[in-house]
């Protein structure tokens, strides 16, 4: 999934190509076996932790105290006390967010037992012009 040597853009065009190709297949894989795929943006996810939600605390990571960057995250939730590293902090959380975004089938309309369709606007007054 590397290009190198092409310059930046072309590199990059590349590499984007083969993970979209990658996710396209999984995509098809799940859809055979009859699984729900749901994409989650990275951003935000190791701003919380994983098994309370309470905002983590960044430090550097104690077994590279020179290393740049803030890598250990901890809970400041004394009942959890979790502690760990960022990215593995972000993992343990991107199910639950995955969930959330999942889409839900909406309940049967109660007058003719057909599910609802999408509606754009406010729900008592119809379409906006």
């Not at 310059?7 to 083969?18: A, E, K, M």
């Not at 105290?65 to 760990?84: D, M, V």
Request: glycine letters at 10%.
């Amino acid at each position: 999934m590397e290009a190198r040597g092409m310059g930046r853009t072309l590199n990059t065009r590349l590499s984007q190509q083969v993970r979209g190709q990658i996710v396209e297949r999984m995509r098809h894989l799940a859809a055979e076996a009859g699984i729900a795929v749901v994409t989650v943006p990275a951003r935000g996810t190791s701003k919380h932790c994983p098994r309370c939600l309470v905002p983590l605390r960044h430090r550097k990571a104690p077994d590279r105290p020179t290393a740049p960057g803030w890598k250990w995250a901890l809970c400041p939730n004394p009942e959890c006390g979790w502690q760990g590293d960022r990215d593995m902090g972000a993992w343990l959380g991107v199910p639950p967010l995955g969930e959330h975004r999942r889409p839900r089938p909406r309940p049967p309309d109660k007058d003719s037992g057909r599910p609802r369709q999408w509606q754009h606007g406010h729900p008592q007054r119809g379409r906006h012009a």
